[in-house]
């Protein structure tokens, strides 16, 4: 019963405190012909395959790496060269064929993070409005065929969000005990000031022993 991500995120929607353990997608390297059998795209200064799939290269997949030479926010330097190249333009070059390229599935970027609690505490406002029950509570779990999404929010408005395995039971009890973790490493703290960034070891240490007993035995405990 795998747990991928931790998120904290306060009252105003802010991210404070994120704990990522999401599998990595295999990379694929691919040898390629003119013109090549997908459409890329620069989406957040990555080579993003947005039409084609083939040989287990699919849709959202990024370009890691050309003739073994790493590609850095969508350009990628030569040896020899002085100057780096901007990837999609130096494949539209069929004189650079046949070329070697790496696809993986991009991690995500600590912008992204934000981004997505931001969201994520938008849709649990909005989600609390359409309810037609009175004083109902918002999205407290979410589940897909690929991951389940739990939510806990505290008393004070802070949002205990965890992404784990569709399999995985016991998720709300999870969340209340990393509150508990949260209220003594992090908010009996003299230094720490509340809605600010959580940098605790003593938290960090004890999360990762929380989930590293859940996911063995299934039970909540520390």
């Not at 990628?76 to 696809?103: A, C, H, I, M, W």
């Not at 009175?134 to 999205?139: C, E, L, Q």
Request: contains cysteine; aromatic residues 10%.
């Amino acid at each position: 019963m795998p747990i991928f991500h931790v998120f904290v995120v306060n009252r105003a929607g802010s991210l404070i405190y994120d704990w990522d353990m999401a599998p990595r997608a295999p990379e694929l390297e691919k040898t390629l012909s003119f013109p090549i059998d997908f459409r890329l795209e620069a989406i957040d200064q990555r080579p993003t395959v947005v039409f084609g799939e083939r040989d287990g290269v699919r849709v959202g997949h990024v370009v890691l790496a050309v003739n073994g030479r790493p590609v850095q926010t969508g350009r990628v330097s030569f040896e020899g060269s002085e100057t780096d190249v901007d990837v999609l333009t130096y494949l539209q070059d069929e004189r650079n064929f046949p070329v070697s390229l790496k696809f993986g599935r991009p991690s995500l970027t600590t912008n992204e993070k934000i981004i997505l609690s931001s969201m994520f505490h938008s849709l649990y406002a909005i989600g609390a409005q359409l309810s037609p029950a009175a004083k109902s509570s918002g999205i407290r779990s979410l589940d897909t065929d690929q991951f389940r999404l739990q939510c806990f929010q505290s008393t004070t408005g802070t949002k205990f969000v965890l992404i784990a395995d569709t399999q995985s039971a016991s998720l709300d009890q999870v969340l209340r005990k990393i509150y508990e973790l949260y209220a003594d490493f992090a908010l009996k703290n003299p230094f720490y000031s509340l809605d600010m960034p959580i940098r605790c070891e003593l938290f960090d240490t004890a999360l990762k022993s929380l989930i590293e007993k859940f996911e063995r035995s299934g039970v909540v405990t520390v």
